[in-house]
């Protein structure tokens, strides 16, 4: 009996995916001068032969002065058009053409840190102020200690202007004309994990009283706006989606998110992905300083392996014609065949066994092999001796980051990935 995995997928733009698996978003750290290079280019041709659905891409950065890594690719200045900045679109169409070079679609995340910019990445200067809708600073903890680390690698966040935010929407704008030219098939909104999208959408982090907050709708207003602005200027059939958070809300804000969903799904979405975390509580890593306290997942969705199905399958039951993409936690073909048999979600996300096997859709989808042997379990990532005093939720995060990133760079340097030692 074929996979469902197996089956295509068409987004409301047109875009049809040849199967539901797609490659997830990680960070690659290749793009040494914050512009798409060879290497990044031959590690994405990897996955281009490997038999997926869909490839996006890791963070392009909308603005190179706020960086989420330092060695994010990024839009270093204002984007004009193909024919002005014609350098600029061969260079990025030498990254989307490696992507789709076996005809699977490619889609870029672009993104915008926000208040979670370190000060070491970006052109702005290590003590020059972050963006954000509120100034509210970054936090891993209540402890003297904990607040040092803070403040040591994140600078105080400003209170966005009108005018900050008019140009940040028209940066994501550029930034997704720029993809379209460049011959992406589409872009995603990363509006989860933390980034600006996300604390824009957040009432923790958005205390704002003007038209950008106070409400649920309010709160949407600026990811409303950067969707309706890039619709006037990609083709029909550019795929535009959107990353959003799962894990990061109450009993008391579901109802806010919900609402929020709906007017993303109103305004004509073509995707959605659901995931979680950030860096101050990085579930997305399968870490979390609240895990010990957190409420114990069910037996049904630890069988499932998704850490967000249960959010996703809500999601699916409110908007059945939304499509959905549910990442994080999948590493067997019967875990992911069965988030699809529930209707939890129409595409599955596949990070860091990607990042080992680019081929890893071609043992899911390979009938001649049992479910026993279509799987790729991955022990955590080792951390450094010397860490061990700092906060273990994000040591732990960037240890399973960074490490998955130098997988990266070897498929880039033609070097086999080798996964986490038993």
Not at 379 to 403: C, D, M, Q
């Amino acid at each position: 009996m074929p996979s469902p995995l197996a089956d295509p997928v068409k987004l409301p733009c047109g875009l049809v995916l040849p199967n539901r698996l797609s490659k997830a978003a990680m960070a690659e750290m290749i793009a040494k001068t914050n512009q798409p290079t060879n290497t990044l280019a031959d590690a994405y041709g990897q996955w281009s032969d490997g038999g997926w659905g869909s490839i996006l891409t890791g963070n392009v950065q909308v603005d190179v002065n706020h960086m989420g890594s330092p060695f994010d690719p990024a839009l270093h200045n204002e984007y004009k058009d193909s024919k002005t900045n014609s350098a600029l679109v061969a260079q990025w169409k030498v990254y989307a053409d490696a992507c789709q070079k076996h005809g699977t679609p490619a889609i870029a995340q672009i993104c915008h840190p926000g208040r979670q910019s370190f000060r070491v990445a970006g052109h702005r200067g290590m003590f020059a102020q972050t963006l954000a809708p509120s100034a509210v600073p970054m936090s891993v903890g209540d402890s003297y200690f904990q607040s040092m680390i803070a403040c040591m690698v994140w600078s105080k966040p400003k209170e966005m202007t009108t005018q900050d935010i008019e140009r940040v929407i028209r940066q994501f704008v550029d930034t997704a004309r720029l993809m379209a030219d460049a011959g992406f098939s589409g872009i995603e909104l990363h509006g989860a994990h933390g980034y600006l999208i996300d604390q824009f959408l957040n009432s923790k982090t958005n205390l704002r009283t003007d038209a950008y907050g106070g409400t649920p709708e309010k709160r949407a207003r600026f990811i409303l706006e950067i969707l309706s602005q890039t619709r006037k200027v990609v083709p029909a059939t550019f795929a535009i989606g959107i990353k959003l958070n799962s894990a990061d809300h109450s009993s008391a804000t579901f109802e806010e998110t919900m609402t929020q969903i709906a007017l993303l799904a109103e305004a004509g979405i073509d995707f959605m992905e659901i995931s979680g975390g950030s860096y101050e509580d990085p579930k997305m890593m399968g870490y979390g300083k609240a895990n010990a306290a957190a409420a114990p997942k069910s037996s049904r969705t630890a069988a499932r392996e998704a850490f967000f199905l249960e959010f996703s399958k809500e999601v699916r039951q409110r908007h059945p014609g939304l499509v959905l993409m549910l990442t994080g936690g999948f590493r067997t073909r019967a875990g992911a065949e069965a988030a699809i048999r529930d209707n939890a979600c129409d595409l599955v996300g596949i990070g860091r066994p990607a990042a080992i096997d680019p081929k890893f859709p071609r043992l899911l989808l390979d009938e001649s092999v049992g479910d026993d042997e279509a799987q790729m379990p991955l022990n955590k990532a080792p951390v450094p001796w010397y860490t061990r005093f700092l906060p273990l939720h994000l040591i732990g995060a960037g240890a399973e980051s960074t490490y998955y990133a130098t997988q990266i760079q070897r498929l880039g340097k033609g070097i086999v990935a080798i996964a986490p030692p038993w």
